[in-house]
């Protein structure tokens, strides 16, 4: 026996902030078919013109200075996010900043905020003037990160740096060489050069938000500096941008479809500065000017608006019909709570990795000390034994192929004798922390006389010995090298073997205590003569921490209960919330389509 479910869909839009500067009003959804009719039964260099003259339409400047007045129209969570109501959203490093938490200067990820351009200023010449204020492509973003991102093009990367911020991890990604990656049709675009990474769940965000940027803005001359615009908005020259690009920011569109977030900022930005995007409002459009169905004749009937109740974000393509170009989505529901606080990840999680959840949580218990990791099972909260950590951040999880469980474990201090912490700096192999000012002679390195070595801040109190492979440059004479903790002489290795490498330590017996640099630095040494090493090491026995006591933290996955015989309709408890799933739609028990 089949169990029929019958909703009755309405679309609301709420409004969180208000600015009296911005005036302008938001096409309601059932209008956006008819703010788009016009560019229908075009193709090619027609439909070019039209969707252009639309997303000029309505358009004023609001100027660079009052970018940070519209962003809380574009760029705020909603009111149903759990401690981040209100505050900026940040599509960098996905840190949560007040309003007023702009730069200025910063340290780090997380400080402050600024504005972005996506596409960077050097590549149509600077000003803060017209493409230089658009909120297509102006995003607030993380300080530190931006500034990492410099003016380098959009890329996928092979390898890189990880940039990790101290709220919500990783920040985004760079290195020297771009990934090689291939088109829907097979061909290779090969990478090199340096570029910028930004998270998977923005990729279509940022992509989405360029291509609005060049059809309004196609008079603009984006041709400096970069290999991503053509500056010829012609068929023959992929509508400005570079095969390279077409291939990268068509990849992006299609592996992270239009969210709800998307769909919000494009409201603020017509309510702000009066204009909309073309690819939010219909993404399947993109394919009829960079896609699979470029130069044909569009058909409207044929896409489906992001506004549409049949439309679900984060998965829809916005295809009315045939194969979604974007991967197949498989649904599972994911909750993660601490204290009772239900952190939200957009209601039904696809088969991506779970970088939504925080990378560092906060303790749900007040006894716990330090983050250890995740781990697939729960363990008891009074277990001396540290269970097995499968994974230190959210971006090492698996996709999720079922409903899964992490539980974040969290380590309490205790007393007893930790292994030693070794601090290590090497000819080739250079251990965060450090500063040399020496000079690198390949097979070690040298230390002019006054010149220093200086290491990490460690526990004085567990300095148990310095090991130092050394040797003196210049000659068979007497030298030392000599080390400090501040002002503090604390001990020299004599060196006398001359152009021999030779293994050397040194053992603590003084008092030491609190928390230091040592400062290594060669004396002795006549001019041009100085210590080469090879390595040097300091074994600080008591430095690191011991724990008699691991916690879990209150994660778990959702509930799933089948509703019906015919398995189509689940009922899911999602923090705490019972909603429908049916026909891959999620409905509240009030019948209204949700996320």
Same mark, same amino acid.
């Not at 027609?46 to 309505?58: E, H, Y």
């Not at 969210?259 to 702000?272: A, F, L, P, V």
């Not at 779970?354 to 749900?364: D, G, I, K, N, Q």
């Given at each position: ?18 600015? &009296? ?9 059932? +209008? ?151 088109? +829907?049709?097979?061909?290779? =675009? ?6 910028? &990474? ?21 008079? %603009?001359?984006?041709? %400096? ?36 977030? &998307? ?19 219909? @993404? ?11 130069? #044909? ?8 608006? %992001?506004?549409? @109740? ?13 194969? @979604? ?15 009772? $606080? ?7 999680? &696809? ?102 070595? =200086?290491?990490?801040? =460690? ?43 030779? #293994?050397? +330590? ?54 799933? $209960?089948?509703?019906?015989?015919? #398995? ?5 408890? =999602? ?21």
């Amino acid at each position: 026996m089949k169990h029929f479910f019958l909703f009755s869909l309405t679309v609301s839009v709420i409004c969180f902030l208000s600015a &009296e500067a911005f005036a302008a009003s938001v096409t309601p959804a059932d +209008e956006i078919p008819a703010y788009w009719e016009s560019v229908d039964g075009k193709s090619g260099a027609d439909l070019w013109k039209a969707v252009s003259a639309q997303t000029n339409k309505g358009f004023s400047s609001v100027g660079y200075k009052k970018l940070y007045d519209a962003y809380l129209k574009t760029d705020v969570y909603p009111q149903d996010s759990v401690g981040k109501a209100g505050k900026i959203w940040d599509m960098y490093g996905e840190c949560v900043f007040a309003p007023s938490n702009t730069c200025g200067n910063y340290n780090g990820v997380c400080d402050c905020y600024n504005r972005e351009h996506s596409i960077p200023q050097s590549w149509w010449g600077g000003g803060t003037g017209g493409i230089g204020n658009d909120i297509f492509h102006v995003l607030p973003t993380d300080g530190k990160v931006n500034g990492v991102r410099s003016n380098y093009e959009y890329g996928e990367v092979n390898g890189g740096t990880n940039w990790v911020g101290n709220k919500f991890g990783s920040a985004g990604t760079w290195a020297t060489d771009r990934k090689t990656i291939a088109s +829907e049709a097979g061909e290779e =675009i090969k990478g090199s050069g340096q570029v910028f &990474e930004p998270k998977p769940q923005y990729k279509g965000d940022i992509a989405r938000g360029l291509m609005g940027t060049i059809v309004k803005w196609q008079q %603009s001359n984006l041709t %400096s500096g970069n290999n991503f615009f053509t500056g010829t908005y012609t068929v023959s020259q992929n509508f400005g941008l570079t095969k390279k690009a077409v291939v990268l920011l068509m990849k992006w569109h299609r592996e992270d479809p239009v969210s709800r977030k &998307e769909i919000d900022r494009n409201n603020g930005i017509q309510e702000t500065q009066g204009n909309r995007n073309p690819f939010i409002d219909y @993404p399947y459009l993109a394919e009829y000017i960079w896609g699979e169905h470029a130069g #044909e004749t569009l058909d409207m009937s044929k896409l489906m608006a %992001s506004t549409d @109740p049949s439309f679900i974000p984060g998965e829809s393509d916005g295809s009315r019909e045939g194969t @979604p170009v974007g991967p197949s989505v498989v649904k599972y529901g994911v909750s993660w709570s601490v204290n009772g $606080e239900v952190m939200k990840v957009d209601s039904v999680v &696809e088969n991506k990795k779970l970088t939504a959840l925080p990378a560092t949580p906060v303790s749900c218990s007040a006894e716990s000390d330090v983050f250890m990791g995740w781990t697939d099972a729960p363990i008891d909260g009074t277990a001396d034994e540290a269970p097995a950590i499968l994974y230190t951040a959210v971006a090492q999880f698996p996709a999720v192929t079922e409903d899964v469980t992490y539980y974040a474990v969290f380590a309490h201090a205790g007393e007893g004798t930790s292994e030693p912490a070794v601090y290590t700096y090497s000819a080739d192999s250079h251990a965060d922390g450090w500063n040399n000012t020496g000079t690198n002679k390949g097979s070690y390195w040298l230390l002019d006389s006054g010149k220093e070595l =200086i290491s990490p801040e =460690i526990d004085l109190a567990g300095l148990s010995s310095i090991q130092a492979k050394l040797r003196t440059f210049g000659g068979t004479q007497y030298d030392q090298f000599s080390f400090a903790a501040g002002n503090t002489q604390i001990g020299t290795i004599t060196v006398s073997e001359g152009s021999t490498m030779t #293994e050397y +330590e040194w053992t603590n017996t003084k008092s030491l205590s609190g928390k230091s640099r040592i400062t290594f630095t060669c004396s002795n040494a006549g001019s041009g003569k100085g210590v080469g090493f090879s390595y040097v090491t300091i074994n600080a026995t008591g430095a690191g921490v011991t724990y008699d006591r691991f916690i879990t933290s209150c994660q778990s996955t959702t509930e799933v $209960e089948l509703v019906g015989v015919s #398995e189509q309709a689940r009922k899911l408890l =999602i923090g705490g919330q019972i909603y429908i799933l049916l026909d891959n739609q999620l409905f509240n028990l009030q019948g209204q389509r949700v996320k």
